[in-house]
């Protein structure tokens, strides 16, 4: 049962950290071209948030 919880909390975590990424691209996005040079750093960490948001989605379906 805690085992459980623990992936819910962490899910719901790096749900959070995906989403506040999200909008720091998309913030980003909007000031071009102030700010460019920090295009592929935002990416790189949007890309790795959501890239390990889906890999504890895939590990909670295999584990109900």
């Given at each position: ?29 909007e ?34």
């Amino acid at each position: 049962m805690d085992e459980a919880n623990d992936m819910k909390l962490a899910l719901k975590k790096l749900n959070a950290q995906a989403t506040a990424l999200k909008m720091d691209l998309h913030d980003l996005s909007e000031d071009l071209p102030t700010g460019w040079e920090r295009i592929m750093e935002v990416a790189q960490k949007t890309f790795v948030a959501y890239q390990n948001l889906n890999e504890m989605k895939n590990r909670m379906s295999g584990s109900s």
